[in-house]
């Protein structure tokens, strides 16, 4: 009878299936599990889009709010029904779909309205698995494959929509082309599987505890069945079968439990494996001696684990000497207080190259609290250094910029104060009042320091403007900070959103005090001359003297003023196009920080021909088409291909003169008043032909809603070459083009200022 009560205890686990009571208890946890996700990531993201609208995000942000809501409501009907235990397998479909949809319209939202990159964002292969990995614990194999289906599909439609949007954003990218986003699509159906046996393995899993169980307690009922029965035994054949029974029993449960831990341990490993970074322990001393540490420490460092879990180098040895001393101190000030530490620090890889890691790592203690061992994780962080350094440039290169400008850039919303978003640091000499105390009406409104009898004037003259969707200009005073009164001149326009609803307003303020001055001291001139002709008869010679001179003074203020009036068409000009190009700047920087690089040269060249060239009458060709060049490059990243320019030039013409700016002026007025797109492009041709004329042409596409034309552009290239030849631009609309001829100036064609003076 012993003999048979080993053999039962020794053949294997019979197979059993969950009962469906057991696994309706285990979906349930599941289901309760995601629930516990989603109010976790509502509360997630909920603290990053309030972060994001306090930084002035407000489209992105209402965006996601709306997401947070309906996501906030569902969870809230499938909280309930977990409490009541009303888990029907259709509530898991819905609620899969539920997370799969907030997700895809997520990215569908980002995509469409915001940043065409982010129909193949790389954080949607970190949120699609996450949503499987919670719904592996449901136990329901259709479901999960429902799960990967759909958000393939989802997943798959929103970039190819994009794409056939944006081909030339997203093929340009080699992280953003189709060949990368399919192997993306396969990557999450992968995981998607990965969770599929996962699943198949937990279900193994626990039908395995469960038949140990069954089976133990059936051997349980067994023993006490024989105990019963030999109950009248001897008591040494009693004792030798309970010790037999117990000797069985502990070298059974010996090894079950080794092959759990078998198991548990190769599963640690495999999850380590899979990190990114490698982990470690190691002992509290000097050198970090390390006891355990991954092998993924070779990707960053180049040595293999073996090298420092052997005796030959410690740990410390390929800290950045720079940094060794900082590292020391800030860790045992953590291990000091029982604390977690985190930092960022230099190592040296065996190749000699620097990399930046950051290091997250606690204390492990006995019971006594003695420490006996340091557990850590190390990751690479160099590209998110170098990232980091590329903007701090970026900003300090717009900084210059702005600040070389005659006036203070600006950006406001239009309300009733015309709340400020950004102000140019020469705002300060203007007013009296620094940048920041006008920033979301921190110190000071900007219309409280608006002279009381032109604030209606300002505001009426920015309503029409805003309404017609045209540029502004005006000019009104301010009460600088020490109480005097001073004379601005403002040049902007207003910034639509997809909705044609005014955002903002970009623009440009100009100190014009002195100017004013001017004018009233000839306004007083005129005066006094017409009271000394009606008070006085002088002779013919006087009177014609002091005309004269009158006359001389008024040709020299009339040049003064058409400089000036093409100073602020640069200014009108400048400020919108510097937010057009930073805001293009900000998104190559995320997916393209080479181009965003090359487009940082770009956009400086483009300025510094502008603050080189702007008190000069006249440039060579060659030079005005370097410029352009600039120009056009910038044009194409922002247009993606929508505007093409030929230019056909003979080399003997580049030494020529033109005003400048002149064929900036013409593709901007072409871009303004014409539509395009990637099918039906807008087609600019610059030529010569010998004529003495440079031509520019373009085809017409004009737009729907045309934008009023002020002519302040084209009358300008008329009157300034007016003041220089005798040779005048021509300009024409044909049926289906407009033609600009601008002249081509030799030295014996333009004229001797002496001679108007």
């Known amino acids: 009878m012993t003999g048979n009560y080993i053999i039962s205890t020794l053949s294997p686990l019979p197979e059993q299936k969950l009962s469906e009571e057991l696994l309706e208890e285990e979906r349930l946890k599941g289901t309760r599990l995601s629930v516990t996700y989603r109010w976790f990531f509502i509360l997630l993201a909920g603290t990053l889009l309030t972060i994001q609208l306090l930084l002035g995000y407000t489209e992105v942000s209402r965006h996601g709010f709306t997401l947070i809501a309906v996501y906030f409501l569902t969870n809230l009907i499938f909280w309930y029904a977990a409490e009541k235990k009303y888990n029907p397998t259709y509530l898991g479909y819905i609620g899969g779909t539920v997370d799969i949809a907030v997700i895809s319209y997520h990215i569908y939202g980002l995509t469409v309205f915001f940043d065409p990159a982010a129909a193949t964002a790389t954080a949607t292969i970190l949120l699609i698995p996450i949503v499987f990995m919670i719904y592996t614990f449901r136990l329901d194999r259709m479901l999960l494959l429902y799960l990967i289906i759909i958000s393939a599909i989802g997943f798959n439609l929103i970039y190819f929509l994009q794409y056939s949007q944006t081909p030339g954003l997203l093929s340009e990218n080699i992280s953003l082309s189709p060949i990368s986003h399919i192997f993306k699509s396969v990557y999450i159906i992968f995981i998607g599987l990965l969770c599929i046996y996962m699943q198949n393995s937990i279900t193994r899993f626990i039908e395995k505890q469960f038949a140990e169980a069954a089976h133990k307690n059936r051997l349980d009922a067994e023993i006490k069945l024989e105990q019963e029965k030999n109950k009248f035994a001897s008591s040494l054949i009693e004792k030798e079968k309970a010790l037999n029974a117990k000797l069985e029993e502990e070298i059974k449960a010996r090894d079950v439990i080794a092959a759990q831990l078998k198991a548990n341990k190769e599963q640690i490993k495999s999850i380590i494996s899979n990190l990114i970074g490698f982990t470690y322990r190691c002992l509290p001393d000097e050198k970090w001696t390390m006891l355990f540490i991954t092998d993924q420490v070779e990707d960053i460092t180049g040595y293999r684990s073996e090298d420092f879990t052997g005796k030959g180098r410690s740990f410390s040895s390929i800290v950045h000497t720079g940094d060794l001393e900082i590292l020391r101190a800030k860790i045992s000030e953590a291990l000091a207080g029982k604390k977690k530490f985190d930092l960022n620090y230099r ?65 406001c919303l239009y309300d009733e104060h015309f709340t400020t978003i950004y102000y140019g640091d020469k705002i300060f000499d203007i007013t009296g009042y620094s940048a920041q105390d006008f920033i979301d009406n921190k110190n000071v409104r900007f219309t409280d320091i608006i002279y009381y009898k032109d604030i209606k004037t300002v505001r009426e003259h920015i309503r029409k403007s805003v309404n017609n969707n045209t540029p502004y200009s005006l000019e009104f005073r301010i009460v600088h900070k020490n109480g005097t009164i001073t004379w601005v001149q403002e040049n902007g326009r207003p910034v639509f959103d997809e909705v044609n609803d005014t955002i903002y307003l970009d623009g440009i303020t100009t100190e014009i005090t002195d100017k004013k001055n001017a004018e009233q001291a000839l306004l007083e001139a005129k005066q006094e001359m017409e009271k000394l002709n009606r008070q006085l008869e002088k002779t013919v010679e006087e009177r014609t003297a002091k005309l004269t001179k009158a006359n001389t003074q008024l040709l020299k203020l009339q040049k003064e003023n058409l400089q000036s009036q093409f100073q602020v068409l640069k200014q009108q000009v400048n400020p919108h196009f510097l937010f057009n190009s930073l805001n293009v700047l900000t998104s190559l920087i995320k997916v393209d920080p080479d181009l965003a690089e090359m487009f940082t040269e770009k956009l400086a060249k483009v300025y510094r021909y502008v603050l080189e060239n702007k008190e000069k009458d006249l440039v060579t060709l060659g030079t005005e088409l370097d410029f352009i060049n600039s120009y056009l490059f910038m044009l194409n990243i922002r247009f993606a291909g929508k505007v093409k320019v030929k230019t056909d030039v ?29 099918k039906n492009p807008l087609n600019i041709e610059l030529s010569t032909d010998g004529s003495g004329y440079l031509t520019v042409i373009n085809n017409l596409q004009n737009r729907k809603t045309q934008m009023a034309s002020t002519g302040v552009g084209l009358v300008n290239i008329s009157k300034r070459y007016s003041l220089l030849s005798d040779v005048q631009p021509v300009f024409e609309i044909t049926g289906k083009q407009f033609i600009a001829k601008i002249p081509l100036l030799d030295h014996d064609y333009i004229k001797d200022e002496k001679s108007h003076t």
């Open 650 to 678: 003979a080399d003997a013409e580049t030494d020529k003169q033109v005003v400048p700016m002149a064929l900036q002026l013409l593709i901007e007025n072409a871009i303004k008043h014409n539509t395009f797109s990637s």
């Open 347 to 411: 190592l040296v890889k065996k190749s000699g190259e620097i990399v930046w890691v950051y290091e997250a790592g606690r204390g492990v203690y006995d019971n006594e609290g003695k420490m006996l061992f340091i557990d850590g994780i190390i990751t690479d962080i160099s590209d998110k250094k170098r990232a980091e350094d590329k903007l701090r440039e970026t900003q300090s290169l717009v900084k210059t910029l702005t600040s070389n400008l005659n006036g203070a850039v600006s950006r």
